[in-house]
């Protein structure tokens, strides 16, 4: 079964630190996200990106956040000076289908804690 | 603000018993429904998506779909402590331009199955 790999898998930082999650999509999705899920809260849209750029950001996505495919596989979400409220759980996401979706496959996350 | 909402439990079912989890959204023009399951720390793994009204069987699961009412709900027979975790509802608003999905998720049930 395809996968979507993520790393780290667990990142500590300090507070107002750059970090980049990195993400290997499924090798032939073309769609992919960026979710977010605060420690029992809901997960949450962030932003999706498709031919090399973004489709749909959140409110959540200001201008702290980035993302990137940098090399025609990773595909990266930066937080450019991380706050307390960024702690949460980080997932991508991928999906080969431009039709009317047919779920999405969550890599295993990034658990971000912002000290 | 288009919202699903679940009732977060804790819904505890004896092992061998039918679990029914149910979710409600506000967006009429929603087109797809998708249920996911998420142990905890771990990321969502899809069970079954769901389009047009009606059920959908999938093995020990299935989605039952009523836009009139628009309600979406899971059923999951003969529940096996395995089963417990939380059961997340998500709905598709409607392809953007570029064919990405934005889902909105629902905070989720906790499905406890008791041996």
């Known amino acids: 079964e395809p996968e979507v790999t993520q790393t780290p898998s667990h990142q500590v930082t300090q507070m107002g630190q750059e970090v980049i999650l990195r993400c290997v999509p499924i090798s032939n999705h073309l769609y992919f996200y960026w979710y977010r899920q605060i420690l029992g809260q809901k997960v949450e849209f962030l932003v999706s990106f498709y031919n090399n750029e973004i489709s749909e950001k959140s409110e959540i996505f200001d201008d702290q956040f980035s993302v990137e495919r940098p090399d025609g596989s990773n595909f990266t979400l930066k937080i450019r000076s991380t706050k307390l409220e960024d702690s949460a759980m980080y997932f991508c996401a991928s999906s080969g289908y431009r039709g009317q979706g047919y779920g999405y496959t969550f890599g295993s996350g990034t658990r971000l804690t912002v000290v | 603000q288009k919202e699903v909402e679940q009732n977060s439990g804790p819904l505890s079912v004896p092992e061998g018993a039918i679990a029914s989890l149910n979710c409600t959204y506000s967006?009429?023009?929603?087109?797809?429904f998708f249920w996911y399951r998420q142990y905890s720390g771990k990321s969502p793994e899809l069970i079954m998506f769901i389009y047009s009204n009606g059920d959908k069987e999938d093995g020990r699961f299935t989605a039952q779909l009523n836009k009139a009412s628009q309600y979406v709900s899971l059923l999951i027979r003969d529940s096996q402590p395995s089963d417990s975790a939380t059961y997340l509802c998500?709905?598709?608003?409607?392809?953007?331009?570029?064919?990405?999905?934005?889902?909105?998720f629902g905070t989720g049930t906790r499905l406890k199955v008791l041996a």
């Open positions: 998500a709905v598709n608003g409607g392809p953007l331009p570029t064919g990405t999905y934005k889902y909105i």
């Open positions: 967006d009429r023009g929603s087109q797809s």
